[in-house]
């Protein structure tokens, strides 16, 4: 067995070197340690240290915090619009307007006589009474005109009034008569209304008044209406035939008067609009 393991390095030097030539030192390096060549590459398991990126993930988590925060902000910058919405639903009236169709009444007296003279208050204004003139202390209507009278609302807390500041008087219409006169509604109200006696021209006028009335109800607001009515004396006298009452429709005032006239009054009539809230 000592005779083989001799002989067979020296067979391995005699093919070395037919082959191409090798040194002493290449036999025995070969021969020594070729099984402890391929334990070496053991050495790859070092790369285990790649997991070392594992601490990226610490990252990872200050971003989930970062989104957190900015979500709470949004949310409370939202809460307070709606807070400041909630004070502008409960504004008190600043005033009136009178914006809807303008609703004519029929007219009483001689409906095709004279020129037809439609004559408006000034935005804001309503008609609270009459001007003129009589034939006589107890005649028939000559000239006749409306008496404006501008609106206001006052409020102290969610209690709230209408109230007429001011009057102005219209045209006359009408060329003749010798008794002047003027009537307006008592205090803060308007004309929505009338009856008399007429023939061939206007004998007699009566005025009805009513005022406007703001009611506040809670979470549904303010609302407006016409109040309760009270006829005014008769101008006029008791000549022609009466003819019945004639109102403005349902929750309208007068803003116009509506007249027929050539040297007296041949028919008469109202111009009504509904009243609403200006905040």
Known sequence: MT?????IPAILALICLIAAGCSDNDLIVDAGTGTDTDTDTDTDIDTDTDADTDTDADTDTDADTDTDTDADTDTDTDTDTDVDAGVDGGSSPLGI???GALNDTSLAGNATGGTLYEDSCYPGSV????????????GYHRRLGAICGTTDVSCTGTNC?????????????????????NQTCAA?????GFHGRSGGLIDQLVLRCAPLDITYSGGSGYSISVGSHTDLAP?????????????????????????????????????CQAPSLDF
């Open 3 to 7: 005779k083989a393991f001799k002989i």
């Open 235 to 271: 101008i006029g006298g008791t000549g022609g035939s009466a003819f019945t009452q004639i109102n403005c429709p349902s929750g309208e005032v007068a803003t116009e008067t509506r007249i027929r006239a050539g040297d007296s009054i041949d028919a008469f009539g109202l111009g």
């Open 161 to 181: 009034a209408v109230s007429i500041t001011g009057t102005t008087n219209g045209p006359l219409r009408g060329t003749l008569g010798s008794y002047s006169w």
């Open 127 to 138: 008609v609270v009474g009459l001007h003129g003139y009589l034939s006589s202390v107890s």
């Open 97 to 99: 307007e009178f914006l």
């Open 188 to 192: 803060d109200e308007m004309v929505i």
